[in-house]
Protein backbone atom coordinates (compact mmCIF):
# COMPACT_ATOMS: atom_id res chain seq x y z
CA UNK A 1 0.00 0.00 0.00
CA UNK A 2 3.06 2.31 1.18
CA UNK A 3 4.76 1.47 -2.19
CA UNK A 4 1.54 2.21 -4.41
CA UNK A 5 1.04 5.66 -2.88
CA UNK A 6 4.76 6.30 -3.17
CA UNK A 7 4.11 5.39 -7.39
CA UNK A 8 1.47 8.05 -6.95
CA UNK A 9 3.22 10.88 -5.76
CA UNK A 10 6.47 10.35 -8.12
CA UNK A 11 4.01 10.25 -10.88
CA UNK A 12 1.99 13.96 -10.14
CA UNK A 13 5.64 15.08 -9.55
CA UNK A 14 6.46 14.08 -13.06
CA UNK A 15 3.33 15.79 -14.54
CA UNK A 16 4.28 18.94 -12.71
CA UNK A 17 8.16 18.96 -13.71
CA UNK A 18 7.06 19.52 -17.26
CA UNK A 19 5.50 23.16 -16.87
CA UNK A 20 7.55 23.83 -13.87
CA UNK A 21 10.88 23.18 -16.37
CA UNK A 22 9.77 25.28 -19.23
CA UNK A 23 8.66 28.35 -16.33
CA UNK A 24 12.33 27.79 -15.46
CA UNK A 25 13.99 27.59 -19.16
CA UNK A 26 12.31 30.96 -19.93
CA UNK A 27 13.50 32.63 -16.37
CA UNK A 28 17.22 31.47 -17.49
CA UNK A 29 17.80 31.39 -20.47
CA UNK A 30 14.97 33.91 -22.41
CA UNK A 31 14.56 36.71 -20.16
CA UNK A 32 13.63 38.63 -23.55
CA UNK A 33 10.60 36.79 -24.06
CA UNK A 34 9.30 37.68 -20.55
CA UNK A 35 9.58 41.14 -21.25
CA UNK A 36 8.16 40.90 -24.93
CA UNK A 37 5.06 38.72 -23.05
CA UNK A 38 4.17 41.87 -20.32
CA UNK A 39 4.30 44.47 -23.22
CA UNK A 40 1.89 42.38 -25.15
CA UNK A 41 -0.28 42.58 -22.48
CA UNK A 42 0.12 46.43 -21.83
CA UNK A 43 -0.47 47.02 -25.60
CA UNK A 44 -3.13 44.61 -25.64
CA UNK A 45 -5.08 46.48 -22.32
CA UNK A 46 -4.19 49.78 -24.04
CA UNK A 47 -6.00 48.67 -27.81
CA UNK A 48 -9.01 47.32 -25.71
CA UNK A 49 -9.14 50.41 -24.04
CA UNK A 50 -9.12 52.24 -27.60
CA UNK A 51 -11.21 50.44 -29.00
CA UNK A 52 -13.81 50.89 -26.23
CA UNK A 53 -13.28 54.54 -26.06
CA UNK A 54 -13.73 54.41 -30.43
CA UNK A 55 -16.85 52.30 -29.87
CA UNK A 56 -18.47 55.42 -27.48
CA UNK A 57 -17.09 57.69 -29.53
CA UNK A 58 -19.31 55.83 -32.20
CA UNK A 59 -21.69 55.36 -30.50
CA UNK A 60 -22.02 59.30 -29.88
CA UNK A 61 -21.90 59.87 -33.06
CA UNK A 62 -24.80 57.95 -34.36
CA UNK A 63 -27.28 60.20 -33.61
CA UNK A 64 -25.62 62.87 -35.77
CA UNK A 65 -25.35 60.79 -38.33
CA UNK A 66 -28.34 59.38 -38.24
CA UNK A 67 -29.70 63.65 -38.41
CA UNK A 68 -27.57 64.52 -41.28
CA UNK A 69 -28.54 61.29 -42.93
CA UNK A 70 -32.53 62.44 -42.26
CA UNK A 71 -32.17 66.46 -43.26
CA UNK A 72 -29.83 64.75 -46.85
CA UNK A 73 -33.12 62.41 -47.62
CA UNK A 74 -35.30 65.68 -46.71
CA UNK A 75 -33.49 68.09 -48.85
CA UNK A 76 -33.62 65.03 -51.68
CA UNK A 77 -37.52 64.88 -51.30
CA UNK A 78 -37.71 69.00 -51.69
CA UNK A 79 -35.92 68.97 -54.45
CA UNK A 80 -37.68 66.31 -55.98
CA UNK A 81 -41.06 67.97 -55.13
CA UNK A 82 -39.63 71.46 -56.19
CA UNK A 83 -38.84 69.63 -59.77
CA UNK A 84 -42.07 68.69 -59.89
CA UNK A 85 -43.75 71.73 -59.48
CA UNK A 86 -40.91 73.38 -61.73
CA UNK A 87 -42.30 71.18 -64.22
CA UNK A 88 -46.14 71.93 -63.52
CA UNK A 89 -45.17 75.52 -63.34
CA UNK A 90 -43.58 75.59 -66.34
CA UNK A 91 -46.52 73.90 -68.29
CA UNK A 92 -48.60 76.00 -66.68
CA UNK A 93 -47.44 79.26 -68.00
CA UNK A 94 -47.12 77.64 -71.42
CA UNK A 95 -50.56 77.05 -71.48
CA UNK A 96 -51.12 80.95 -69.91
CA UNK A 97 -49.10 82.03 -72.86
CA UNK A 98 -50.95 79.93 -75.70
CA UNK A 99 -54.19 80.65 -73.80
CA UNK A 100 -53.20 84.52 -73.94
CA UNK A 101 -52.32 83.91 -77.58
CA UNK A 102 -55.82 82.53 -78.32
CA UNK A 103 -57.65 85.72 -76.21
CA UNK A 104 -55.48 87.95 -78.11
CA UNK A 105 -56.17 86.32 -81.47
CA UNK A 106 -60.04 86.86 -80.21
CA UNK A 107 -59.47 90.27 -79.09
CA UNK A 108 -58.63 90.97 -82.34
CA UNK A 109 -61.24 89.15 -84.11
CA UNK A 110 -63.82 91.60 -82.52
CA UNK A 111 -62.15 94.78 -82.33
CA UNK A 112 -62.00 93.98 -86.14
CA UNK A 113 -65.91 93.17 -86.05
CA UNK A 114 -66.37 96.32 -84.20
CA UNK A 115 -64.32 98.68 -86.47
CA UNK A 116 -65.88 97.55 -89.38
CA UNK A 117 -69.49 97.43 -88.38
CA UNK A 118 -69.05 101.18 -87.46
CA UNK A 119 -66.88 102.17 -89.86
CA UNK A 120 -66.53 99.74 -92.95
CA UNK A 121 -63.39 98.37 -93.85
CA UNK A 122 -60.47 100.21 -94.13
CA UNK A 123 -59.32 102.57 -96.56
CA UNK A 124 -55.62 101.67 -96.77
CA UNK A 125 -53.42 99.11 -94.96
CA UNK A 126 -50.15 98.74 -94.79
CA UNK A 127 -48.12 95.42 -93.49
CA UNK A 128 -44.78 96.48 -92.60
CA UNK A 129 -41.89 94.90 -90.88
CA UNK A 130 -41.88 97.05 -87.54
CA UNK A 131 -45.66 98.03 -87.94
CA UNK A 132 -49.09 97.20 -89.13
CA UNK A 133 -51.35 100.18 -89.94
CA UNK A 134 -54.88 100.00 -91.15
CA UNK A 135 -56.48 103.62 -92.16
CA UNK A 136 -60.36 104.03 -91.59
CA UNK A 137 -62.33 106.73 -93.06
CA UNK A 138 -64.75 108.46 -90.31
CA UNK A 139 -68.27 109.91 -91.17
CA UNK A 140 -70.13 111.06 -88.37
CA UNK A 141 -73.32 113.34 -88.19
CA UNK A 142 -71.67 116.55 -88.29
CA UNK A 143 -67.78 116.07 -88.94
CA UNK A 144 -65.69 113.84 -90.95
CA UNK A 145 -61.86 112.52 -90.10
CA UNK A 146 -59.67 109.64 -90.04
CA UNK A 147 -58.70 107.13 -87.56
CA UNK A 148 -55.69 104.49 -87.68
CA UNK A 149 -55.19 101.71 -85.87
CA UNK A 150 -51.25 100.63 -85.61
CA UNK A 151 -50.17 96.77 -84.21
CA UNK A 152 -46.51 97.85 -83.20
CA UNK A 153 -44.20 94.74 -83.94
CA UNK A 154 -41.26 97.26 -83.03
CA UNK A 155 -41.03 99.96 -80.29
CA UNK A 156 -38.69 101.89 -82.91
CA UNK A 157 -41.38 102.23 -85.21
CA UNK A 158 -43.18 105.08 -83.31
CA UNK A 159 -41.20 107.80 -83.02
CA UNK A 160 -41.43 111.63 -81.52
CA UNK A 161 -39.89 113.97 -84.52
CA UNK A 162 -38.68 117.74 -83.64
CA UNK A 163 -39.55 120.01 -86.46
CA UNK A 164 -36.30 119.80 -88.17
CA UNK A 165 -34.49 118.09 -84.97
CA UNK A 166 -34.46 121.16 -83.38
CA UNK A 167 -35.78 122.06 -79.83
CA UNK A 168 -36.54 125.98 -81.45
CA UNK A 169 -37.03 125.91 -84.83
CA UNK A 170 -39.07 127.56 -87.69
CA UNK A 171 -41.18 124.63 -87.26
CA UNK A 172 -41.91 121.67 -89.95
CA UNK A 173 -45.57 120.46 -91.08
CA UNK A 174 -46.55 117.13 -90.28
CA UNK A 175 -46.27 115.71 -94.51
CA UNK A 176 -42.15 117.76 -94.30
CA UNK A 177 -41.70 115.78 -91.20
CA UNK A 178 -42.78 112.22 -92.21
CA UNK A 179 -41.39 112.51 -96.05
CA UNK A 180 -37.77 113.39 -94.40
CA UNK A 181 -38.43 110.68 -91.86
CA UNK A 182 -39.63 108.06 -94.33
CA UNK A 183 -42.53 107.14 -92.17
CA UNK A 184 -46.06 105.75 -93.62
CA UNK A 185 -48.03 107.54 -91.08
CA UNK A 186 -48.02 110.80 -89.27
CA UNK A 187 -49.99 113.34 -86.96
CA UNK A 188 -49.15 116.42 -85.19
CA UNK A 189 -48.53 115.73 -81.94
CA UNK A 190 -47.97 118.48 -78.58
CA UNK A 191 -48.79 121.86 -78.03
CA UNK A 192 -45.89 125.09 -78.89
CA UNK A 193 -45.43 128.29 -78.22
CA UNK A 194 -43.65 131.05 -80.20
CA UNK A 195 -40.48 132.39 -78.74
CA UNK A 196 -39.62 135.30 -81.15
CA UNK A 197 -38.42 136.00 -84.13
CA UNK A 198 -40.86 133.70 -85.97
CA UNK A 199 -38.92 130.88 -84.03
CA UNK A 200 -41.48 128.21 -81.70
CA UNK A 201 -40.58 125.80 -79.39
CA UNK A 202 -42.44 122.75 -77.88
CA UNK A 203 -44.76 123.38 -74.34
CA UNK A 204 -44.17 121.18 -71.54
CA UNK A 205 -42.49 117.82 -71.69
CA UNK A 206 -40.13 116.47 -74.97
CA UNK A 207 -39.25 113.11 -75.38
CA UNK A 208 -37.23 112.00 -77.90
CA UNK A 209 -35.36 108.24 -77.95
CA UNK A 210 -35.27 108.31 -74.56
CA UNK A 211 -33.82 111.81 -73.63
CA UNK A 212 -35.73 114.57 -72.29
CA UNK A 213 -35.03 117.18 -74.61
CA UNK A 214 -37.63 119.85 -73.09
CA UNK A 215 -38.90 119.78 -69.58
CA UNK A 216 -41.93 121.89 -67.40
CA UNK A 217 -43.51 121.40 -64.16
CA UNK A 218 -46.65 123.20 -65.77
CA UNK A 219 -49.58 122.26 -63.86
CA UNK A 220 -52.10 122.36 -66.42
CA UNK A 221 -50.17 120.14 -69.06
CA UNK A 222 -50.63 116.80 -69.62
CA UNK A 223 -47.94 114.47 -71.02
CA UNK A 224 -48.38 111.90 -73.77
CA UNK A 225 -45.79 109.26 -74.52
CA UNK A 226 -45.05 105.99 -75.04
CA UNK A 227 -42.62 103.73 -72.92
CA UNK A 228 -39.65 101.30 -74.39
CA UNK A 229 -42.63 98.34 -74.69
CA UNK A 230 -44.12 100.53 -77.00
CA UNK A 231 -47.02 100.87 -74.33
CA UNK A 232 -49.12 103.93 -74.18
CA UNK A 233 -48.54 105.99 -70.85
CA UNK A 234 -49.44 109.52 -69.59
CA UNK A 235 -51.03 111.80 -67.26
CA UNK A 236 -49.77 114.54 -64.72
CA UNK A 237 -46.21 114.92 -64.50
CA UNK A 238 -45.03 115.74 -61.09
CA UNK A 239 -41.29 115.75 -61.05
CA UNK A 240 -38.82 115.07 -63.48
CA UNK A 241 -37.81 111.85 -61.43
CA UNK A 242 -41.42 110.62 -61.57
CA UNK A 243 -40.96 110.68 -64.99
CA UNK A 244 -37.39 108.87 -65.44
CA UNK A 245 -38.75 106.15 -63.31
CA UNK A 246 -41.54 105.90 -66.13
CA UNK A 247 -38.65 104.72 -68.86
CA UNK A 248 -40.08 106.79 -71.82
CA UNK A 249 -38.67 106.35 -74.86
CA UNK A 250 -41.12 109.64 -76.82
CA UNK A 251 -43.44 111.78 -75.79
CA UNK A 252 -45.36 115.17 -75.81
CA UNK A 253 -47.23 117.35 -73.80
CA UNK A 254 -50.88 118.51 -74.33
CA UNK A 255 -54.11 118.40 -72.19
CA UNK A 256 -56.23 116.90 -71.69
CA UNK A 257 -56.36 113.16 -70.36
CA UNK A 258 -59.83 111.93 -71.73
CA UNK A 259 -59.92 107.83 -70.52
CA UNK A 260 -58.13 106.09 -68.16
CA UNK A 261 -58.47 102.79 -67.53
CA UNK A 262 -61.52 102.58 -69.15
CA UNK A 263 -63.36 105.90 -67.44
CA UNK A 264 -63.95 108.93 -68.53
CA UNK A 265 -61.95 112.00 -67.20
CA UNK A 266 -62.94 115.26 -66.30
CA UNK A 267 -63.11 117.83 -68.95
CA UNK A 268 -61.44 120.93 -67.85
CA UNK A 269 -64.19 123.79 -67.56
CA UNK A 270 -62.35 126.19 -70.15
CA UNK A 271 -62.22 123.26 -72.86
CA UNK A 272 -65.71 121.98 -72.07
CA UNK A 273 -68.42 121.51 -74.91
CA UNK A 274 -66.70 122.98 -77.42
CA UNK A 275 -66.56 121.52 -80.86
CA UNK A 276 -62.99 121.90 -82.38
CA UNK A 277 -61.03 120.11 -84.90
CA UNK A 278 -58.84 117.19 -82.82
CA UNK A 279 -56.44 115.71 -82.61
CA UNK A 280 -56.73 112.66 -80.28
CA UNK A 281 -54.35 109.26 -79.28
CA UNK A 282 -55.33 106.32 -77.32
CA UNK A 283 -54.98 102.55 -77.16
CA UNK A 284 -57.50 99.75 -77.80
CA UNK A 285 -58.14 97.19 -75.19
CA UNK A 286 -55.90 94.60 -76.87
CA UNK A 287 -52.67 97.25 -77.26
CA UNK A 288 -53.05 98.59 -80.32
CA UNK A 289 -52.28 102.23 -80.89
CA UNK A 290 -55.59 104.67 -82.20
CA UNK A 291 -54.60 108.02 -84.10
CA UNK A 292 -57.70 110.24 -84.69
CA UNK A 293 -57.78 113.47 -86.46
CA UNK A 294 -61.47 115.49 -86.84
CA UNK A 295 -61.23 117.91 -88.95
CA UNK A 296 -63.45 121.10 -87.87
CA UNK A 297 -64.32 124.82 -88.61
CA UNK A 298 -65.91 123.90 -91.94
CA UNK A 299 -69.30 123.93 -92.85
CA UNK A 300 -69.39 119.68 -93.47
CA UNK A 301 -66.87 118.98 -90.43
CA UNK A 302 -67.88 121.44 -87.44
CA UNK A 303 -65.80 119.53 -85.12
CA UNK A 304 -66.17 117.72 -82.17
CA UNK A 305 -66.55 118.33 -78.28
CA UNK A 306 -63.94 116.43 -76.10
CA UNK A 307 -67.44 114.65 -74.43
CA UNK A 308 -68.08 113.38 -77.68
CA UNK A 309 -64.91 112.53 -78.25
CA UNK A 310 -64.78 110.18 -75.26
CA UNK A 311 -68.14 108.41 -75.93
CA UNK A 312 -66.84 107.70 -79.02
CA UNK A 313 -63.58 106.38 -77.76
CA UNK A 314 -65.38 103.92 -75.68
CA UNK A 315 -67.78 102.31 -78.41
CA UNK A 316 -64.31 101.67 -80.43
CA UNK A 317 -62.94 99.31 -77.25
CA UNK A 318 -60.43 101.95 -75.96
CA UNK A 319 -59.08 102.24 -72.46
CA UNK A 320 -56.72 105.38 -72.41
CA UNK A 321 -56.87 108.46 -74.94
CA UNK A 322 -55.19 111.67 -74.96
CA UNK A 323 -56.33 114.73 -76.46
CA UNK A 324 -53.24 116.40 -78.47
CA UNK A 325 -52.96 120.07 -80.11
CA UNK A 326 -55.64 120.96 -82.38
CA UNK A 327 -57.22 123.56 -84.10
CA UNK A 328 -55.30 124.01 -87.45
CA UNK A 329 -52.56 121.89 -86.04
CA UNK A 330 -54.71 118.75 -86.60
CA UNK A 331 -53.28 116.87 -89.27
CA UNK A 332 -53.33 112.83 -90.85
CA UNK A 333 -50.73 112.04 -92.96
CA UNK A 334 -50.76 108.46 -94.63
CA UNK A 335 -48.78 107.02 -97.52
CA UNK A 336 -47.50 109.51 -99.22
CA UNK A 337 -50.04 112.55 -98.88
CA UNK A 338 -52.65 114.33 -96.23
CA UNK A 339 -56.11 112.59 -96.35
CA UNK A 340 -57.77 115.36 -94.19
CA UNK A 341 -58.52 119.12 -94.53
CA UNK A 342 -56.77 121.14 -92.08
CA UNK A 343 -58.59 124.29 -91.15
CA UNK A 344 -56.31 126.77 -92.00
CA UNK A 345 -56.49 125.95 -95.36
CA UNK A 346 -53.15 124.44 -95.66
CA UNK A 347 -50.96 122.64 -93.65
CA UNK A 348 -49.52 124.64 -90.08
CA UNK A 349 -45.98 124.35 -88.73
CA UNK A 350 -46.22 122.74 -85.47
CA UNK A 351 -43.11 121.64 -83.27
CA UNK A 352 -43.54 118.03 -83.22
CA UNK A 353 -44.87 115.41 -84.85
CA UNK A 354 -45.41 111.47 -84.36
CA UNK A 355 -44.71 108.99 -87.05
CA UNK A 356 -45.11 105.39 -87.46
CA UNK A 357 -42.11 103.78 -89.79
CA UNK A 358 -42.78 100.85 -91.81
Known amino acids: MRRAFIKLNLFFLMLAAMPAGYWAAFQTYEPGLQLMSERMLTETAETEEQLLLFRQRLADTAPVLDGISLALMNIYE??????????????????????SHEQIAQSEDVLGEILSKKLGEPVGQTFGKRATVKVYSLQESGYRGYMAKVKLHDPSALKMVLAHDQVRSRGETTSAAAERTGAVLAINAGGFMSVGGGMIAPLGITVVDGEILTYSDNEKLHFVGFNKQGRLIGGK??????????????????????LKDGKKQTIPKEWANKREPRTLIGHFSNGDILFIVIDGRQKDSRGVTLEEAQDKLLEFNVTDAYNLDGGGSSTFYYNGKVLNNP?????????????ILP
Open 78 to 99: TIQADKADYEKTGSLISNLIAS
Open 237 to 258: IESREQLEEMDVLQGASFLPTL
Open 343 to 355: SDGSERRVATNLV
